[in-house]
């Protein structure tokens, strides 16, 4: 017997915001878009998200954490190579999440185009993944010069 995974409203409801605003973008995207494609109706958002600031700002965090989380993944599957391997699988998985998937496409979004509103937030939300993002690449840095590579 196959086990049945029950998303969630509010999983819906990320999906679905995350397909608009990498679409559309935030000025393109109204909540009613976002309930119609989940099946409820625009107050329902309410019971999850206290407005479409609150959903867009969880999303671009959700988006960068994981890249982080990607990123991650990439240097600890590749732990024992050399460096300069690990550091192209790391530039090919970066690559590919922020070239070809959905998320990507939030990514580049609200990296390049803040929404005016939300600037100072998503600025924020990118300092801080941008931190963490220099806190990996300074780490493979160092085994790689403590290697000698």
Request: aromatic letters at 8%.
């Amino acid at each position: 017997m196959e086990k049945v995974i029950q998303v969630t409203t509010k999983e819906r409801i990320i999906q679905a915001a995350l397909t608009h605003f990498a679409e559309h973008g935030y000025e393109g995207t109204t909540l009613a878009m976002i309930a119609s494609d989940v099946g409820i109706q625009k107050p329902s958002l309410y019971n999850h998200f206290k407005n479409k600031e609150e959903l867009y700002l969880f999303i671009a965090d959700k988006v960068m954490s994981e890249l982080i989380e990607n990123m991650k993944s990439c240097i600890k599957a590749f732990e024992n190579r050399p460096i300069d391997e690990r550091l192209k699988q790391l530039l090919i998985s970066s690559s590919d999440f922020i070239i070809r998937k959905q998320k990507g496409m939030m990514y580049k979004r609200f990296m390049i185009f803040p929404p005016a509103p939300l600037k100072e937030s998503v600025r924020n939300i990118a300092v801080a993944g941008d931190a963490e993002i220099n806190a990996l690449l300074e780490q493979l840095y160092e085994q790689g010069s403590m290697k000698g590579s």
